[in-house]
């Protein structure tokens, strides 16, 4: 335990230089790609650390210190069958932050994205124990509509899963059926391309078939999909683990831009991206929660010698 940093330790400053890269550009993205929607989502309960900029690690949910979180999961246990994947969990997660998941293959990363809009309810051996609240409301209690959790909570998986249809139906999809009256389809569906980057690649090939899009385009489609129904919180399980260094450059820099409006946690392989994406980062090892904080104190100054392990490669 508290390991100290290691000459060999991953740069965290050598990769972001001191700031995050994909600041330096934000006019440029909200002149085009500005999302307004109608029923735009008001952050007014604004929520942060109490101790933002004091240089300590972000508070798990137990500490006490959290003044209010988006998401608060409380002692949260998973079982399938007899494998305890996940083992008392508790954390906080800030809104409008990236908050990124990293650990080895097999720690419960999916396991835990999937908890926070009950994916997991989908499959039959599956227990859970524990709470977690979102807007202060336990999804887990008898009462939730998981459907509108499901629209309130956005999931984008590692591999791009368009419907087999046309561009402009898969965006449209989401708002169709939930209702939504037939002449804001078209807005809705152009703001969520836009705010998912790629409007200018398709506005002229709207009705062509998703499949004709690139695996990146492809991504993208999936997010503005995902952006169309208004979710609060987007949820995205290595994204980029199939895309070519450019298309996961485009959404790292989406990612960084969604999350003046979102709440974004992603599960991630790359330390690298990891670091230059999120502001905040948990540790997993085998169902366990090791450790978690702002992203440069769990890169640069790890409390635990096994998240220093992990982070410089030493095992995983
Ligand atoms: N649908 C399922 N049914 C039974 N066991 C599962 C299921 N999904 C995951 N598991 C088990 O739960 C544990 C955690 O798996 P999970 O997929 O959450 O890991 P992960 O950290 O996302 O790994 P990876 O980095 O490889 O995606 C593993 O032991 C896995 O075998
Ligand atoms: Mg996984």
């Known amino acids: 335990m508290n390991a100290t940093k290691s000459e060999n330790a991953f740069s965290f400053a050598d990769t972001l230089n001191g700031e995050n890269e994909f600041d330096s550009d934000e ?13 735009e989502i008001e952050f007014e309960n604004e929520t942060e650390f109490e ?3 004091s240089g ?6 137990s500490t006490g210190k959290v003044k ?3 998401i608060e ?7 399938y069958g007899n494998n305890h994947a996940l083992k008392n969990i508790s954390i906080g997660i800030p809104k409008n932050k990236v908050f990124a998941f990293i650990g080895p293959s097999g720690c419960g990363k999916s396991t835990f994205l999937r908890t926070m809009n009950r994916m997991n309810d989908m499959i039959s051996n599956c227990r859970i124990e524990g709470e977690i609240y979102i807007d202060n409301e336990n999804i887990y209690a008898k009462e939730t509509d998981v ?15 368009p419907f087999p249809m046309s561009i402009y139906d898969n965006v449209a999809y989401g708002p169709r059926i939930h209702g939504v009256s037939k002449k804001k389809i078209p807005g809705i569906v152009e703001e969520s391309l836009k705010g998912a980057a790629l409007w200018k690649e398709v506005k002229d090939r709207l009705k062509d078939s998703a499949f004709s899009l690139s695996g990146g385009q492809q991504q993208r489609l999936c997010i503005a999909r995902t952006l169309a129904v208004k979710p609060e919180i987007i949820l995205f399980d290595e994204p980029c683990s199939a895309l070519d260094p450019i298309s996961t450059r485009k959404i ?3 990612i960084t831009k969604l999350k003046k409006e979102y709440t974004i946690i992603i599960v991630t392989h790359n330390m690298q991206q990891a670091a ?12 366990e929660l090791v450790e978690t904080g702002k992203t440069v104190h769990i890169f640069e100054n790890p409390q635990d010698e096994r998240t220093e392990g992990y982070i410089t490669g030493r095992f995983g």
């Open 147 to 161: 459907n509108d959790l499901r629209k309130r909570v956005g999931m984008v998986f590692q591999k791009a899963n």
């Open 51 to 53: 101790n933002e900029n």
């Open 73 to 79: 999961v409380k002692d949260l246990d998973l079982w």
């Open 27 to 39: 006019d440029d993205f909200e002149s085009e790609n500005e999302i307004e929607f109608e029923n």
């Open 68 to 70: 209010k979180k988006i």
């Open 56 to 61: 300590e690690p972000a508070p798990s949910f």
């Open 252 to 254: 790292e820099e989406l």
């Open 276 to 287: 230059r994406i999120s502001d905040y980062t948990a540790f997993f090892l085998s169902g």
